[in-house]
Nanobody, 125 residues
Framework: QVQVVESGGGLVQAGGSLRLSCTAS????????MAWFRQAPGKRREGVQC????????VYIDSVKGRFTISRGDFKNTLYLQMNSLRPEDTAMYYC??????????????????WGQGTQVTVSS
């Protein structure tokens, strides 16, 4: 059984930083792309960034370019999101997800088959 667990969220002032972590256990291999999504109250869940099985990154939201960086650990089913220069509009529940592919072929929620419960990020102004 696959289990995805996120951690690292919290309350931070605007301009601050947080590092989110995710571990996906129970996968039969590490040949999957993984991604971070976020969902603010009353809004759709949206893809933030994705990383392929080989480490190629794809940014799904222009507003995080240059501020957020996705990476994988030495154990490839470990995922991170370094978030710098945080803004109040980054406030959301952040989710880690495993894609049904080696590649970041889609930012659609339907194309990701394993999800964590999320970790809350709140940025105060």
């Amino acid at each position: 059984q696959v289990q995805v667990v996120e951690s690292g969220g919290g309350l931070v002032q605007a301009g601050g930083s947080l590092r989110l972590s995710c571990t996906a256990s129970g996968l039969t291999s590490d040949d999957y792309a993984m991604a971070w999504f976020r969902q603010a109250p009353g809004k759709r869940r949206e893809g933030v960034q994705c990383i392929t099985w080989s480490g190629v990154r794809l940014v799904y939201i222009d507003s995080v370019k240059g501020r957020f960086t996705i990476s994988r650990g030495d154990f490839k089913n470990t995922l991170y999101l370094q978030m710098n220069s945080l803004r109040p509009e980054d406030t959301a529940m952040y989710y880690c997800a495993v894609q049904k592919s080696r590649y970041c072929s889609s930012s659609s929620v339907a194309d990701y088959w394993h999800w964590g419960q999320g970790t809350q990020v709140t940025v105060s102004s």
